[in-house]
């Protein structure tokens, strides 16, 4: 069964109260003691020169030392098979991290190698390494089982290598990863056979060079932008589960002040739809890559993070077109979450954990695995193992005034940082005067948002009316109008909306969101307004 055919349902509270988030926010870091490039490899085939290089450029701009790179002889192909990966994949490495004494290995006659310690943490699997390994239709020493999961023994070549300190010969099925939902360092994690293994693969080679570039940089400058979640796909059976997911990174964000756009209607975003700024993108569910995506003058912000849940979402990071990875890292974001095959839903990555990882400073690495039930199975991890987009999180002084350098995203993320602790109405009172005292154009229409998604349609149109003659670029104030006029429909005052849209049209009849105001405009001519009833004296 597809991941939309399963009813597995997950649903996890937000871990932490408003004041321990704070803390955690401001106080949470990972050990600087042990830099993570000296806990880091890098993996490459031997064979793809362009391998070889992208493998050099990225250990000299994450310093990682020389003897941390391991070229492999290994097919040029995407997908190979099990005979394939043992030979030239597995077998070498684990004889590597034996020869380099990255493993203390316990041996004992008869029995499989038992790792009890491990220096190495993160694999960073370079572009020219195969992708996947298809299934075999029998292996000595496997077991397979019955039912849709045992029965199976296809992977992703990364997953693979995350638990080949296992050595497990039972390829069927998928081993349960113990990091799954953990919320500390992989350095002070007490299982040394786990390995974090992420891909720095895309298109083409000056694709996953700028990859490497733009993580780099975010960290210094930190990642800032506009949340898009896009909950679709809510009448097949079993979208609850990843609706629920993305309803609860919706309330993350809020919490830490980063602006979101939430489309929770069956349509996933239009084409046309004025998605700027986006730093990051969650949604589901589509078998390949469209909408807004698929414009040729669409970018994500640098170090930008998109994922889409869907069952094949990675089959191949070689077409700049096909399914959604490839697509997404072409289009600018550094880093994504992918599946090589079907994974069932109930191991597919967790999105409302990763996002909730990410935020807390850990490595892209370490959220994606926190985020993953299962190794030895479909999923892949495309980006720098090391990024950490909210680095600069780390250091936010509570005490101290908003910078006077602060761009308007800056400003929002430290205000919500700083007043978390605050009961919601407070907050949200101080929050409307200081967006508008500041101007911040962002910070008002996400305060609008909240106000629509809480019910408060009234409120949430004072935003919306305000944020329209803040912003100054035609997209964002087209945005707005398409909020806003939703907001008066859902009011029953349909010719707000359509005086509205009309003069919108007005002013800018040839721009690409035409057609998604013309569609209010028939909406809004077809709803009969309601008049209030008057009240009894």
Known sequence: MPIRALKFI??????????????????FNLPAEQPLADST???????????VELAKFYAEKRGIAPDRLIGLDCSTQEEITREQYDATIAEPLRAVFRQRHWWTVNESPGKSP????????????IKGVPLKIHSADSYSGDQPGNGP???????????????????????????????????????????????????????????????????VATEKNGLWGRAYIDAGEKNVAGSTTGNEWLTEIVGQLHKVGIPVVYENTPALFPDVYPLTDCALYYGWYAGKVNGPFTRPDFRFVPGAIAVHIYSFSASTLRD??????????????????????????QLTSRLDTFNDRLLHGFTFAESAYMATPALSWMTVMVGDPLYRPYESWLQIDV????????????????????NAARPSPEFRTLAGKAALSAHNCPML??????????????????????VRTCYTKPDDIIRVVLEESDAWLKLNKPKRALDLVRATLKNAPDIPAASLLRNIEHEATSQPSVTPTPKKP
Not at 399 to 418: I, L, P, R, S
């Open 10 to 27: 997950f649903h996890m509270k937000y871990r932490c109260c408003a004041v321990l988030a704070l803390m955690l926010v401001i106080e």
């Open 41 to 51: 490899i890098v993996v490459y085939n031997n064979a793809v020169p362009e391998s």
């Open 114 to 125: 038992v790792v009890t310690a491990g220096s190495i943490h993160f694999v960073a699997i």
């Open 149 to 215: 999961i045992r029965s199976r023994n296809e992977a992703s070549v990364d997953s693979e290598l995350s638990a080949i300190g296992f050595y497990s010969r039972e390829i069927s099925g998928a081993i349960p990863n113990s990091y799954f939902r953990s919320f500390r360092a992989i350095s002070d994690f007490n299982n040394p056979k786990v390995l974090l293994a992420c891909r720095l693969d895309a298109p083409s080679a000056a694709t996953v060079r700028r990859m490497v570039v733009d993580a």
């Open 320 to 345: 700049p077109n096909a399914d959604w990875v490839g697509p997404f890292v072409t289009k600018g974001a550094a880093a994504s979450l992918g599946n090589v095959y079907e994974p069932y839903l």
């Open 399 to 418: 005490n101290a005034q908003f910078g006077k350098n602060a761009n308007d995203w800056q400003m929002y993320h430290e205000f919500a940082v700083k």
């Open 445 to 466: 229409e996400d305060l609008g948002s909240i106000e629509a998604l809480d019910g408060n349609l009234s409120t949430a149109t004072n935003y919306f009316q305000q």
